[in-house]
């Protein structure tokens, strides 16, 4: 933590603006692209101020897992490009990308908002693997909400390539869409000193006290968090970042279509 930044920043929140002007519960502009690669089965681009996104889907054939024969699965993967930001390094996911992927996974999976019986093929033998890969391309801060908005995006625009003879013709688009029952989405509400912000940039990250990424459906059904920083938080603190994330949800959602 940046314990001068930290200063500067909170004797900013006492006059409730930020180092950009903006309110605490206030995102930089938001742009959401779909379809930006015709080599996947779905893909968008998501511009949060600077910080720049691209989710990509591919559909794959898997067998499926003992304990679960007659359904398919999604598997959500990130890299963390050093083009993106020069503390990113080639090589292995390193443990902030497992964690964005792992925080992507668990709002898509936890949210039910897909059928993954509907995924089967051949009971026991064959289903579709949905594959999520998330890439970098320039990180101002608050990664983890573009590539949640993202992956969503990406997943709702999907559509399955052509399967025949056991074969997956990758050239070959059919007319299925994959199903999405609701639209999942994480908004990540940070805290430092006793301010709660939504959509931290770079300078704010490295000030937090504590963090909370909150997933939600469009009823404002909590279906995952994930709690990151170094300092505790109160049930009255999740309270209040739980009500700030599934409302600002709500607004993130209606960009995507």
């Keep these: 933590m940046n314990n001068e930044l930290r200063g500067h920043l909170i004797g900013l929140f006492e006059s409730n603006i930020r180092l950009d002007g903006r309110k605490f519960t206030d995102y930089r502009p938001v742009k959401v692209e779909v379809n930006v690669t015709s080599t996947a089965e779905g893909s968008a681009r998501v511009i949060i101020g600077k910080t ?10 898997m067998e499926p897992y003992p304990d679960t024969p007659d359904e398919g699965s999604i598997m959500v993967g990130a890299e963390l490009l050093p083009l993106s930001n020069p503390e990113f390094e080639l090589g292995p996911p390193g443990q902030e990308a497992i964690e964005l992927a792992r ?18 093929i051949n009971e026991g033998e064959k289903a579709w693997m949905i594959v999520v890969d998330i890439c970098t391309i320039n990180d101002a801060g608050n990664l983890l909400d573009a590539s949640s908005l993202a992956a969503i995006a990406a997943l709702r625009n999907t559509t399955f390539p052509e399967y025949k003879d056991d074969k997956i013709d990758y050239k070959k688009k059919t007319n299925k869409k994959l199903d999405l029952k609701d639209i999942p989405l994480s908004v ?6 006793d301010k709660f912000l939504v959509d931290p940039d770079s300078d704010e990250e490295k000030a937090i006290d504590a963090r909370l990424t909150v997933a ?4 404002g059904t909590l279906c995952a968090m994930q709690k990151g920083g170094d300092y505790p938080l109160t049930s009255e603190d999740i309270a209040k970042m739980v009500d700030i994330g ?12």
Aim: glycine content about 8%; proline content about 0%; hydrophobic content about 40%.
């Design 52 to 61: 720049d996104v691209i989710a990509g889907v591919k559909m794959e054939i």
């Design 103 to 120: 925080v992507v996974d668990r709002g898509i999976r936890e949210s039910k908002c897909l059928d993954f019986k509907k995924l089967c």
């Design 188 to 193: 990540t509400v940070i805290k430092i000193g």
């Design 216 to 219: 939600s459906l469009s009823d």
């Design 246 to 257: 599934v409302e600002k949800g709500k607004e993130l959602r209606k960009l995507v279509k």
